[in-house]
């Protein structure tokens, strides 16, 4: 699977942005997908994840209630819809793939090449 995020930018705090991962491959809709960002000098941390159907999501403390994830198996694209942005959101997010799931991004075999997301106060 091979992935491409796009959708970052730059945002005033509380406003929005909506991130896009399109993936080539026929099996896109067996794999869990997650979203994972990691700020300059901080360790990559998880921020969403969403099952092989959409029936299932998982949100960081973070991000609940401000960020929704959705997924369009016809179009093998996972979204993320971020509201009410902080500037303590500013990092680059990727985009992720794996069958077993998790919010530990160690186990995620694939990965997008990431796209910047600025927040400013």
């Known amino acids: 699977v091979q992935l491409q995020a796009c959708g970052g930018g730059l945002v005033q705090a509380g406003g929005s942005l909506r991130l896009s991962c399109a993936a080539s491959g026929r099996t896109f809709s067996s794999y869990v997908m997650g979203w994972f960002r990691q700020a300059p000098g901080k360790e990559r941390e998880f921020v969403t994840r969403i099952s092989w159907s959409g029936g299932n999501t998982y949100y960081a403390d973070s991000v609940k209630g401000r960020f929704t994830i959705s997924r369009d198996n016809a179009k093998n694209t996972v979204y993320l819809q971020m509201n009410s942005l902080k500037p303590e959101d500013t990092a680059v997010y990727y985009c992720?793939?794996?069958?077993?799931?998790?919010?530990?991004?160690?186990?995620?075999?694939?990965w997008g090449q990431g796209t910047e997301v600025t927040v400013s106060s």
């Open positions: 992720a793939a794996n069958r077993p799931g998790g919010s530990d991004w160690h186990r995620y075999d694939y």
